[in-house]
């Protein structure tokens, strides 16, 4: 069955869902490892609480082609991060949390919503502090007929055991490869050990999901392997599983590409969908940092382009 979570009994769900609340006692459920009990109210780096908070819902036509297909793709922009990027461009949610705590039932309510209004998907943006949230959520969506798939849309400061209670429950994994410098990523995100981190998160994402499978019904490829009832509704060009990676070209070098195509093509895949985004601005607190504040030049873009045919990456989207 199509999407994955279809496949998954209420039984191993509600297990997964277990777990994941019992690590919020003590909180670990990202790198930080904050310590604090999220179920008594206790508040760690993300000043999260147990239940859902969210920014925003609504289709979102500004994502990848492959994810906004013709309907959008359901965004759900979760508030809170556990990053802090000095030129965030959502600083609002990310680190002003600027959002409303909502039920797991309302959380549901809006994939529902989502999924009724044509998106092919539903897409969690900076979900890794409320992946307990959002399964519970999920657990109600599905009793209420969800049957489009999940994107994990992360930073990839991620934990590897949280991952690995996911399996078989996001089709589609949407991370971030920021940095390959630990000191930077230190300075601009205050994110300890950022490299390994983001390794081994991509690392266990492309196990579970493996290369980007898009719908082409021209060709038999897709189809067969995934044994999908639900596929008559989807549109040709629509990703249906598997893990797209973007990367942010920072100026002058700062986000060190070249380490993190050479990554992507030797221990990920050569025919990864990399993402090179062009679009760096120097918002939120960038304008403190010199070597941050400005656009980046056509020659830094086309120098990173070169850098991952180089490796070999032959799925570039910009
Ligand atoms: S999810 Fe929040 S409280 Fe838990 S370890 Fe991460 S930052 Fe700390």
Same mark, same amino acid.
């Given at each position: 069955?199509?999407p $994955?979570?279809?496949?998954?009994?209420?039984?191993?769900?509600?297990?997964?869902i277990?777990?994941?609340?019992? +690590?919020?006692?003590?909180?670990?459920?990202?790198?930080?490892?904050? &310590?604090?009990?999220?179920?008594?109210?206790?508040?760690?780096?993300?000043?999260?609480?147990?239940?859902?908070?969210?920014?925003?819902y609504?289709? &979102?036509?500004?994502?990848?082609?492959?994810l906004? *297909?013709?309907?959008?793709?359901?965004?759900?922009?979760?508030?809170?991060?556990?990053l802090?990027?000095?030129?965030?461009?959502?600083?609002?949610?990310? /680190?002003?949390?600027? *959002?409303?705590?909502? $039920?797991?039932?309302?959380?549901?309510?809006?994939?529902?919503?989502? /999924?009724s209004?044509?998106?092919?998907?539903?897409?969690?943006?900076?979900?890794?502090?409320?992946?307990?949230? +959002?399964?519970?959520?999920?657990?109600?969506a599905?009793?209420?007929?969800?049957?489009?798939?999940?994107?994990?849309? =992360?930073?990839?400061?991620? $934990?590897?055991e949280?991952?690995?209670l996911l399996d078989? +429950?996001?089709?589609?994994?949407l991370?971030?490869?920021?940095?390959?410098?630990?000191?930077?990523? /230190?300075?601009?995100?205050?994110?300890?050990n950022?490299f390994? =981190?983001?390794?081994?998160?991509?690392?266990?994402?492309?196990?579970?999901?493996?290369?980007?499978?898009?719908?082409?019904?021209?060709?038999?490829?897709?189809?067969p392997?995934?044994?999908?009832?639900n596929?008559?509704?989807?549109?040709?060009?629509?990703?249906?599983r *598997?893990l +797209?990676?973007?990367?942010?070209?920072l100026?002058?070098?700062?986000?060190?590409?070249?380490?993190?195509?050479?990554?992507?093509?030797?221990?990920? $895949?050569?025919?990864?969908?990399l993402?090179?985004?062009v679009?760096?601005?120097?918002?939120?607190?960038? &304008?403190?940092?010199?070597e941050l504040?400005?656009r980046i030049?056509?020659?830094?873009f086309?120098d990173?382009?070169?850098?991952?045919?180089?490796?070999?990456?032959?799925?570039?989207?910009?």
């Open positions: 069955m199509y $994955s979570y279809l496949n998954l009994s209420k039984k191993e769900l509600k297990n997964r277990e777990k994941l609340f019992k +690590i919020l006692k003590n909180c670990e459920i990202c790198p930080r490892k904050c &310590h604090v009990n999220r179920l008594k109210g206790e508040k760690g780096y993300c000043q999260l609480g147990y239940l859902p908070m969210v920014s925003a609504h289709p &979102h036509f500004g994502e990848e082609s492959v906004v *297909g013709r309907h959008g793709s359901g965004t759900c922009f979760m508030t809170s991060c556990n802090s990027c000095v030129y965030c461009q959502n600083y609002e949610i990310s /680190q002003l949390r600027i *959002g409303e705590e909502v $039920s797991f039932e309302r959380l549901a309510e809006m994939m529902i919503e989502l /999924q209004v044509g998106c092919h998907n539903i897409n969690f943006v900076t979900p890794t502090p409320q992946v307990p949230a +959002i399964l519970k959520s999920l657990e109600i599905i009793e209420k007929g969800l049957k489009i798939p999940l994107v994990y849309n =992360t930073s990839s400061y991620d $934990s590897l949280v991952l690995k078989g +429950i996001f089709d589609i994994y991370p971030d490869a920021k940095y390959s410098d630990d000191k930077i990523a /230190q300075k601009y995100s205050n994110a300890p950022y390994e =981190t983001m390794k081994s998160a991509i690392k266990e994402m492309h196990r579970q999901v493996g290369d980007l499978i898009i719908s082409n019904f021209k060709s038999q490829n897709s189809k392997k995934l044994k999908s009832q596929f008559d509704n989807i549109p040709e060009g629509v990703a249906l *598997g +797209i990676v973007r990367h942010l070209v100026p002058n070098n700062l986000a060190g590409s070249e380490k993190i195509f050479e990554f992507i093509a030797n221990e990920i $895949s050569k025919n990864t969908f993402n090179i985004m679009q760096y601005w120097p918002a939120y607190k960038a &304008h403190q940092y010199p504040s400005r030049t056509k020659e830094e086309e990173a382009i070169n850098l991952a045919k180089k490796f070999g990456l032959k799925r570039l989207y910009f």
